[in-house]
């Protein structure tokens, strides 16, 4: 069978289960709020990392915080595996973030050129503190000089899948985070 777009269809190799996930999800929301951030608002950068936001923000209130929502909807791959290099906005934050800490939320950082335009648009709208957290840190090369303040797991350079992370737009309900290999 051939997924869309041409690429065959994979197995997972799990990577991270669901309970190392949560048990690490727990401890980025326990970091973040060590830092003593007032009036936090997270942005989570869509759609990727829709999942790890609502576990993190649930995991920040345990952890006593108070944290505002909002999510900008970027793009920067075609459909592809590999990175086109151009970051797009297809949806910017709704809410005023003048004077704020603000935490971005994305799924992995990869090129790194995702966060690194974010933290700028963040920056431009007057934050008082921008703040990065990605759940997967891809061992590559960087395109960005920017380094993510909380980073939940460092993985090696493969494609993942699950928990949010897709490829063309499938495996994001997988509870787990599992590396996508090519089948023959
Ligand atoms: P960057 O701009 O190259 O750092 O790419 C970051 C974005 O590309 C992430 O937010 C993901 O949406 C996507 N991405 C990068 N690597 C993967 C992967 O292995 N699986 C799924 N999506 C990925
Ligand atoms: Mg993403």
Known sequence: MTAAGGLADGAIKPLYSEEAIAL????????????????????AVLKGSFIFAADLI??????GLEPEIDFVYLASYDGKRVSRGEVRVLRDVE???????????????????????AKALLAEGGARQVLTCVLVDKQVKRASAITPDFIGFSCPPVFVVGYGMDLHNRYRELPFIGELTASD
């Open 58 to 63: 649930r995991a920040l209130h345990r952890h």
């Open 95 to 117: 809410s005023d973030i003048k004077g704020r800490n603000v935490v971005i939320v994305d799924d992995i950082f990869d090129s790194g050129r995702t966060l690194a335009f």
């Open 24 to 43: 690490r999800v727990d401890q980025l929301a326990s970091d973040i709020a060590a830092r003593r951030l007032d009036d936090l608002m997270v942005v």
